[in-house]
């Protein structure tokens, strides 16, 4: 069989009271996915293992088979690929956000208000040289976007200026060791820059004209140099493919020798075209073994704390499934699961497992009645996501047998 990897960002959760007391997951009308737990098997998945936050790249990455703890060297370059940069090596890449900065330089908004038209243009405006170190700077979706420092003598052994919460200062970035005194250097001067060009770029008095916040400062974190790691079909012995429309996952798979099937207009945000996704899956295996398909609504509403909107997306995921996969599954392994947990309880990523569901025609039932994270802990499965592509491969035949 071929495989369908459907990861809903940030899927797991916890109760809440506006749910009376249960998940996001428990509470959604979803009758394709819990006909499916019915007959398929379920279970919970640690991302990277108990008692770990996982953050998207190295869950992601430990999914695909690539142990973090070898092959992940920060967020940066992953995002950085995924915009579309072409890295070289000994780059220096970091993830970054387009957000809105006082006077004082106090962040009022770290997304910028969600920022989504006209990115491209502000980020044309900050591609530059400083001290002989060509920076280059990528939009991603909305208000995201990579930063990525070219030249010698560089280090991603930095500090980050990201404060991460509204109502602080921007950071002065620090070197964490003597070599990279020469990168903090670049890094603060990039930024004082930036934030000139962009307090007086058209895109941003015409946002001010309109009430909108301005898209005036860069906001960056998760420096790394690309890491060298074998390409999937190497470790596993089958091709694949993928559809995601947010930069960082794009990377990651773009990175691991992946082709990539995202349909245009898609986006990594609530609105996203869910069918269009799931049927770009689709046509990937006409050509492909595997596909791994990311969907991010989940993990936004999460972190935002609210498991409503949460709960919707959910149930628009499953309606999706309904229209375009369930009866297109004969010769299919399907498996849906998150990257990790983001309760809207907390607005951020927690160690909880998720839930696992995995399903295709002949599997072992577990024949539990609801897909959530109260149930799935009586399921068949129980694993890391170290375990999570050779689990797929023995049930899709793809696995060779252990000893004589």
Request: proline content about 5%; overall charge neutral.
């Amino acid at each position: 069989m071929k495989i369908f990897l459907l990861i809903a960002d940030g899927l797991g959760d916890r109760p809440s009271e506006v749910l009376k007391g249960m998940t996001p997951l428990e509470a959604a009308n979803k009758p394709n996915l819990n006909k499916m737990a019915h007959e398929g098997m379920v279970g919970l998945i640690d991302p990277i293992k108990p008692g770990i936050i996982p953050g998207s790249d190295t869950s992601h990455l430990n999914y695909l088979g690539y142990d973090p703890m070898k092959y992940y060297t920060g967020r940066g370059p992953f995002e950085a690929l995924g915009t579309g940069l072409k890295l070289e090596p000994g780059d220096i890449a970091f993830r970054a956000n387009f957000a809105t900065v006082d006077e004082g330089f106090v962040v009022r908004d770290r997304r910028a208000g969600r920022i989504r038209k006209d990115t491209d243009k502000l980020a044309k405006s900050l591609n530059m040289e400083i001290d002989g170190v060509k920076v280059m700077f990528k939009e991603g979706t909305e208000h995201r976007g990579a930063l990525v420092l070219r030249g010698k003598g560089l280090s991603p052994e930095v500090s980050e200026n990201d404060p991460h919460h509204e109502g602080l200062k921007v950071k002065m970035v620090q070197p964490l060791k003597d070599e990279a005194e020469r990168t903090a250097i670049i890094l603060n001067e990039f930024f004082n820059r930036s934030h000139e060009i962009l307090n007086s770029h058209p895109v941003n008095e015409s946002r001010i004209k309109s009430g909108e916040l301005p898209a005036n400062a860069i906001l960056f974190r998760g420096g790394g140099i690309v890491p060298d790691i074998p390409k999937f079909k190497e470790l596993h012995g089958f091709s694949g493919g993928f559809v995601a429309a947010v930069a960082l996952v794009s990377g990651i798979c773009t990175l691991a020798g992946l082709k990539n099937y995202t349909p245009a207009g898609v986006t990594g945000s609530l609105d996203t075209n869910i069918e269009a996704k799931l049927t770009a899956g689709l046509e990937a295996l006409k050509n492909e073994d595997f596909v791994i398909v990311n969907v991010k609504g989940t993990d936004i509403a999460g972190h935002d704390g609210d498991p409503i909107a949460k709960m919707k997306f959910i149930e628009r995921i499953d309606q999706a499934i309904g229209k375009v996969l369930i009866n297109r599954l004969d010769d299919v392994l399907f498996c849906f699961t998150g990257d990790h947990s983001t309760p809207a309880t907390v607005k951020e990523h927690t160690s909880d497992p998720v839930p696992i569901l995995i399903y295709y025609k002949g599997s072992r039932a577990d024949k539990i009645e609801n897909l959530a994270e109260s149930q799935c802990r009586t399921g068949t499965l129980r694993i890391m996501g170290s375990d999570l592509m050779d689990v797929l491969k023995s049930h899709a035949g793809k696995a060779e047998k252990f000893g004589a």
